[in-house]
């Protein structure tokens, strides 16, 4: 029997909030996370708690506990860099594949679409019109996956970057407030540019080296962003961070 579309959409909203929960760190690493206790807080039934549950351990932001149910998940800055660099070899792939498996220019026409959009945008933004160039970020990247043609390499990369600070735009807004912050975008746009033109021309290797390079500056930003923990707070899913002491 195939779930109504009520009850989809109730599961995916669920999902939604408990993820949000997490990344503005409503729970610390290590807490249990029990159904009953969301019933109320969410207000929906156990069914769709559960199923958002299973979901967020399959992503890797919960581990099922050794008694059962479920505990919040801690990441080690070297856990960190490692999803940024899975991103990279996922995302270099997928810009070779759109290279060489794009049926003409005007198969880019949206990748450009979001490239110079993102292009109207600058460093000092104010927060509403950044939080565009995020969402505009994201598409880009996303774009990037669809021309791949790939379900495959699609299904493992929305994996990758469900874990923290893995996405495109994880740490963008608060690396807007780092020094060389506006370096870093530069370069950033210079790479969104590079990557159209090589996916355009075909030049799946250049293709692939640019976009695994401009993954690189996740955790550039990041860094910076370590570097001056009072900026952590604009970060989300800093709180699932196991950060060393400060000495």
Same mark, same amino acid.
Not at 14 to 37: H, K, Q, V
Not at 74 to 101: C, Y
């Given at each position: 029997?195939?779930?109504?579309?009520?009850?989809?959409?109730?599961?995916?909203?669920?999902?939604?909030?408990?993820?949000?929960?997490?990344?503005?760190?409503?729970?610390?690493?290590?807490?249990?996370?029990?159904?009953?206790?969301?019933?109320?807080?969410?207000?929906?039934?156990?069914?769709?708690?559960?199923?958002?549950?299973?979901?967020?351990?399959?992503?890797?932001?919960?581990?099922?506990?050794?008694?059962?149910?479920?505990?919040?998940?801690?990441?080690?800055?070297?856990?960190?860099?490692?999803?940024?660099?899975?991103?990279?070899? +996922?995302?270099?792939?997928?810009?070779?594949?759109?290279?060489?498996?794009?049926?003409?220019?005007?198969?880019?026409?949206?990748?450009?679409?979001?490239?110079?959009?993102?292009?109207?945008?600058?460093?000092?933004?104010?927060?509403?019109?950044?939080?565009?160039?995020?969402?505009?970020?994201?598409?880009?990247?996303?774009?990037?996956?669809?021309?791949?043609?790939?379900?495959?390499?699609?299904?493992?990369?929305?994996?990758?970057?469900?874990?923290?600070?893995?996405?495109?735009?994880?740490?963008?807004?608060?690396?807007?407030?780092?020094?060389?912050?506006?370096?870093?975008?530069?370069?950033?746009?210079?790479?969104?540019?590079?990557?159209?033109?090589?996916?355009?021309?075909?030049?799946?290797?250049?293709?692939?080296?640019?976009?695994?390079?401009?993954?690189?500056?996740?955790?550039?930003?990041?860094?910076?962003?370590?570097?001056?923990?009072?900026? +952590?707070?604009?970060?989300?899913?800093?709180?699932?961070?196991?950060?060393?002491?400060?000495?």
């Amino acid at each position: 029997m195939v779930p109504g579309s009520e009850f989809v959409s109730q599961t995916g909203r669920t999902l939604l909030n408990l993820r949000e929960m997490l990344l503005r760190g409503d729970f610390n690493p290590g807490d249990r996370i029990s159904e009953l206790p969301l019933v109320a807080r969410l207000g929906v039934s156990r069914t769709p708690i559960r199923l958002a549950l299973d979901r967020l351990a399959h992503e890797g932001l919960l581990e099922v506990a050794p008694a059962g149910g479920f505990v919040v998940r801690g990441f080690t800055v070297a856990d960190i860099w490692d999803a940024i660099e899975m991103r990279g070899v +996922l995302e270099g792939t997928a810009a070779r594949l759109a290279a060489e498996r794009h049926n003409g220019a005007s198969e880019l026409a949206a990748l450009r679409q979001y490239r110079d959009a993102m292009e109207a945008h600058s460093i000092s933004s104010n927060i509403d019109t950044f939080a565009q160039y995020m969402d505009l970020n994201e598409a880009f990247h996303a774009e990037i996956v669809t021309l791949s043609r790939s379900p495959l390499l699609r299904k493992t990369l929305d994996r990758v970057i469900a874990l923290p600070f893995a996405a495109p735009s994880a740490v963008v807004f608060a690396n807007a407030r780092v020094p060389n912050a506006a370096h870093n975008f530069a370069v950033g746009q210079e790479h969104h540019h590079a990557i159209v033109e090589a996916i355009d021309q075909r030049h799946g290797a250049r293709a692939e080296a640019l976009a695994r390079e401009h993954s690189r500056l996740s955790r550039r930003n990041l860094e910076a962003v370590l570097a001056d923990r009072s900026l +952590l707070s604009q970060v989300p899913g800093a709180s699932l961070i196991k950060l060393p002491a400060v000495v």
